[in-house]
C-alpha cells in the first residue's frame, strides 16, 4: 500500500509542469523576502486536501494558483502548526541541559541521558504527529484546532499504524533525499563534460559555458526539482491520513 501511494505521489507531481515553475518562481523570491514561503506552505496544504479527500491512483488534479489571500492565510496555519510541533522538542532539550547542569555530578549526567533520549523520541513523534495534525485540519474544513487535537491524531496514527506512518515518514525523506543528490550530480556531470570539452577550443568558451550551465543549474533545482518534491511529500501526506 505504501508503495502504491508513493507511485501515485510520483505521477501526480508531474502532471502539470506549469505548476512547478509557478511554485519555483514563488520559492526564489522566497529567497529574498520571506512572505512567499507563506504562498508554498499554503498551496501544499492544498495538495494535501485533495489528497484528503481523494484517493490513491485516482483522477485528482493539481490545485489552482487562486484565491492568494486565503491560500497565503493557510500557509501561515500551516507554518504555525509546524512549529509548534517542532518547539516542545527544542524546550526540552533545552531544559533538560539546564537541568543537568544545575544539578551536575552522576544525577545531572543521568538526567541529561534520560533527557536526550525523551527529546530524541519526541523530535521523530512530534513532527509525524504535526503531518496527521495537518491532514486532519484539511479534513475537518481548515478547522485550526483539529490540528492540536493530540488524541484524535493518535488514534488517527494507532489506526495507520505506527510503523506504517514513521515507514511512510522516513521512506519520503529518503526518496526526496536521493533524487536531489541524484539530479544535481547528473547536471553537474554533464556541465562538467561540456566544461572540458569546450576547454580544447577555447579557455573563454568554456569559462562561459560553465557559468551558463551553472545558472541552468540552479534554475532546474529552483523551477523544477524542489517544486515537485514539496508537491510530491505533501501528496504522501495526504494519501497517508487516508490510510486509517
Known amino acids: 500500500m505504501i508503495l502504491d501511494v508513493y507511485k501515485d505521489a510520483f505521477e501526480y507531481s508531474a502532471q502539470d509542469w506549469t505548476a512547478l515553475v509557478k511554485l519555483g518562481v514563488i520559492n526564489v523570491l ?3 523576502i520571506f512572505l512567499p514561503l507563506f504562498l508554498i506552505s499554503g498551496y501544499n496544504y492544498r495538495v494535501i486536501k485533495i489528497g484528503v479527500k481523494g484517493m490513491i491512483n485516482g483522477e485528482d488534479e493539481l490545485p489552482e494558483f487562486d484565491e492568494w489571500v486565503n491560500m497565503f492565510v493557510d500557509g501561515i496555519k500551516v507554518f504555525i502548526v509546524e512549529f509548534a510541533y517542532a518547539l516542545i522538542p527544542i524546550v526540552l532539550f533545552f531544559a533538560v541541559l539546564f537541568s543537568a547542569a544545575s544539578i551536575g555530578g552522576n544525577a545531572g549526567g543521568i538526567i541529561m541521558a534520560l533527557g536526550m533520549i525523551v527529546a530524541i523520541v519526541l523530535f521523530i513523534l512530534l513532527p509525524l504527529m504535526g503531518i496527521i495534525g495537518i491532514a486532519n485540519m484539511a479534513e475537518n474544513d481548515d478547522k485550526f484546532s ?19 506512518t514513521i515507514a511512510t515518514w522516513i521512506g519520503v525523506q529518503i526518496i526526496v533525499g536521493v ?3 541524484v539530479v544535481f550530480l547528473l547536471l553537474y556531470a554533464i556541465l562538467m563534460f561540456l566544461g572540458l570539452s569546450t576547454a580544447m577550443v577555447s579557455s573563454n568558451i568554456a569559462g562561459g559555458v560553465f557559468g551558463i550551465g551553472f545558472i541552468l543549474i ?22 497517508l491520513y487516508n490510510l486509517q
Open 179 to 181: 533524487i536531489s543528490i
Open 218 to 239: 540552479i534554475a532546474i533545482l529552483c523551477f523544477l526539482v524542489t517544486p515537485y518534491l514539496s508537491i510530491f511529500q505533501s501528496r504522501v501526506y495526504g494519501l
Open 146 to 164: 483539529a490540528a492540536f487535537d493530540i488524541n484524535g491524531i493518535i488514534e488517527i496514527i494507532k489506526s495507520i499504524g505506527w510503523l506504517n
Open 30 to 32: 522566497g529567497m529574498f
